[in-house]
């Protein structure tokens, strides 16, 4: 079995940072691109950051220079970095990877986190 587990939303006021972290474990032969999404409430969800497994990024313009991703190999971890948080930016966030397993190649889905950003 193959799962995603997000930690680090929470509560924060806007121009704060919070930083999400996402753990691939389980049966695990590779993982290509990884990525976070997000659902604010009424609305559908939208890619926010994504990263190859060589390290190209690409952003939501949305976000373009207050978030970062980034990912660590070894420990099938996908971070995101969120600076100068708006109101706006709330949402529940979701982790995606693809990953080869023993069985599949697809996409996973990780079970989402919420971020707040309220004064």
């Known amino acids: 079995q193959v799962q995603l587990v997000e930690s680090g939303g929470g509560l924060v006021q806007p121009g704060g940072s919070l930083r999400l972290s996402c753990a691939a474990s389980g049966s695990i032969f590779s993982i290509n691109a990884m990525g976070w999404y997000r659902q604010a409430p009424g609305k559908q969800r939208e890619l926010v950051a994504a990263?190859?497994?060589?390290?190209?990024?690409n952003y939501a313009d949305s976000v373009k220079g207050r978030f970062t991703i980034s990912r660590d190999n070894a420990k099938n971890t996908v971070y995101l970095q969120m600076n100068s948080l708006k109101p706006e930016d709330t949402a529940v966030y979701y982790c995606?990877?693809?990953?080869?397993?023993?069985?599949?190649?697809?996409?996973?889905w990780g079970q989402g986190t919420q971020v707040t950003v309220s004064s």
């Open positions: 990263i190859t497994s060589g390290g190209s990024t």
């Open positions: 995606n990877a693809r990953i080869i397993s023993a069985w599949q190649d697809r996409d996973y």
